[in-house]
């Protein structure tokens, strides 16, 4: 009989030695304490990138996943391991929004690992410098370009350029799986969903399919813990209904007006059809129509209007703040509208009108993204990213203009509800000087679920114990939070705030 146990008590520990062998050979340690991981594809390691020299702080994979063979439709990504401790800490995929917008938005104006110092002339090379506030201090996140079309994904057939909610959540899904089949490793890791503005529609709708795909038995099975979404659109008549609101208490109309306005519409806003309403609307959209409705601290940026002598210059309003020791490297992206004038438009069901279709520029209205078109755009760079050449899949926009894209998944809040209610974590922030989609949408729509209130209004601190924003806890892990005079990209404007809260909401610890 003890024979019998000490057999069993060595294949058990040779057993063990095995696996620990195994993720040996998964992931190592290199010299410069790195890790690196063996298991991915061949030649998907990125080990220099132009405009940065010295070594990464931790390791970076990019390439494609073909989500559908028949048609070649594949999905770029672009993989930074964690700089912490990449095989335990989470997993994080992160989408940006537009719709059809790329997440190379995320990677290099917000929380990326690199900040951009722009070339001295208009088609110069810009310089990469470590960013310190990036989230791979705490996470491996995994930017992807999604639908297919946007950024550096594409698709063989033009007919998979017509989309929607449900088939990019659908071919997000199959993305991860066959993801995680090229990256096993990481399966074990807490996985969470993220993205901000359009990827309010993104997050929820492909954590559901992660879900479904859980609760049917679909291998491999994904270690989902919860999403996170910033500034996200969310449902019609909640988003559309926040912005007179939201343009009263910034104090950017009179009380006189926004009563009148209260009175005549009876407090819906977004799809107004009486005159009388419509013509209060108007004149909201009078005081408030030359504002950065993306940050309305911020100055607008007319590119229609800025001489290159400007451009050289490089003056930058005083607004531009420092971050710790070192400058920002690239100054907050001068912006004034999004996909049309939002008291307006709302994301309703059906067509959502691309960028390019609302106006009669070729770039993004009163967006400046010349850095990262510069960049991405240069032969060595898509090289060095693994991604096809411009002659194979065309030019990088930070936004597209040959998907057609249809809103086909409704109000997000069914869903906020179903997920919360099986016990996943979210988190939903806002930057409270956001006019696109205003705190105030977010907070009613979070707080109309109707859960307890866990921990009521508080403010929370960052940055020597200031006043970084506001929360509130709710049951069912669900939690609410403002950024204090950021933006509609959190992590762009207020860039050390939104890692706090990132790094605080990830280690599960109350903001």
């Known amino acids: ?160 350029y017509s989309t929607g909610d449900i088939s990019t959540a659908s071919d997000s899904h199959a ?49 989902l813990k919860g999403y996170m ?63 950065n409705i993306y940050d309305i601290l911020e100055p607008c940026y007319h590119s229609s209007t800025t001489t290159e002598a400007e451009k050289s210059k490089k003056v930058l309003p005083k607004s531009f703040r420092k971050l710790g020791k070192t400058d920002r490297p690239l100054p907050v992206r001068r912006r004034m509208f999004g996909r049309a004038w939002p008291l307006r438009s709302p994301v309703k069901d059906g067509l959502v009108p691309n960028w390019y279709k609302l106006s009669d520029e070729q770039s993004v209205p009163c967006l400046d993204t010349h850095v990262a078109d510069v960049w991405l755009n240069n032969a060595s760079v898509r090289q060095a990213l693994h991604a096809l050449p411009e002659k194979t899949i065309g030019r990088w926009l930070i936004c597209t203009d040959q998907i057609t894209y249809n809103h086909d998944a409704g109000s997000m809040i069914p869903i906020h509800r179903s997920l919360t209610g099986k016990g996943y974590r979210a988190i939903i922030y806002s930057g409270d000087h956001d006019l696109c989609v205003p705190f105030t949408g977010s907070e009613a729509w979070t707080r109309s679920l109707g859960y307890k209130v866990i921990d009521r209004w508080r403010p929370w601190l960052a940055g020597g114990g200031q006043v970084a924003g506001y929360t509130t806890s709710y049951d069912n892990n669900l939690t609410f939070a403002t950024v204090k005079g950021s933006g509609h990209t959190v992590p762009e404007y207020k860039p050390e705030e939104a890692l706090a809260l990132f790094q605080r909401w990830i280690a599960k610890t109350p903001l």
């Not at 991915?40 to 940065?52: E, M």
């Not at 002339?121 to 989230?135: E, F, H, I, Q």
């Not at 954590?207 to 049917?216: R, W």
């Open 1 to 160: 009989m003890a024979g019998k146990e000490e057999k069993e008590t060595m294949v058990s520990k040779g057993f063990v030695m095995l696996l620990l062998g195994v993720l040996i050979i998964m992931v190592r340690i290199s010299n410069d304490n790195i890790a690196v991981v063996e298991a991915a594809p061949q030649g998907a390691q990125v080990t220099s990138l132009p405009g940065f020299s010295g070594k990464f702080a931790s390791s970076h994979y990019a390439g494609y996943v073909t989500v559908n063979e028949e048609h070649g439709r594949s999905l770029y990504y672009y993989f930074v391991t964690s700089q912490n401790d990449p095989v335990s800490d989470p997993l994080v995929l992160w989408l940006n929004g537009g719709p059809g917008c790329s997440s190379f938005d995320g990677f290099v104006y917000e929380h990326g690992p690199f900040n951009f110092i722009p070339g001295k002339g208009s088609k110069d090379m810009p310089t990469l410098v470590r960013n310190p506030y990036t989230w791979a201090k705490v996470a491996n996140m995994l930017y992807v370009d999604s639908p297919a079309g946007v950024g550096y994904s594409y698709s063989n057939n033009s007919d998979d």
């Open 175 to 223: 993305f991860l799986l066959k993801w995680f089949k090229d990256y096993p490793e990481f399966l074990s890791n807490p996985l969470y969903i993220s993205g901000e503005s359009y990827a309010g529609v993104y997050v929820p709708t492909l954590t559901q399919e992660i879900v479904k795909g859980i609760e049917s038995g679909i291998k491999p099975a994904l270690n």
């Open 229 to 291: 979404v910033g500034n996200g659109v969310t449902d019609t008549e909640f988003d559309g209904n926040a912005l007179v609101p939201f343009v009263y208490g910034m104090g950017l109309i009179s009380i006189d007006l926004y009563k009148d306005t209260i009175l005549t519409c009876k407090g819906n806003y977004w799809n107004a059809t009486d005159s009388d309403c419509i013509s209060k609307l108007d004149a909201i959209d009078q005081d408030v129509q030359n504002l």
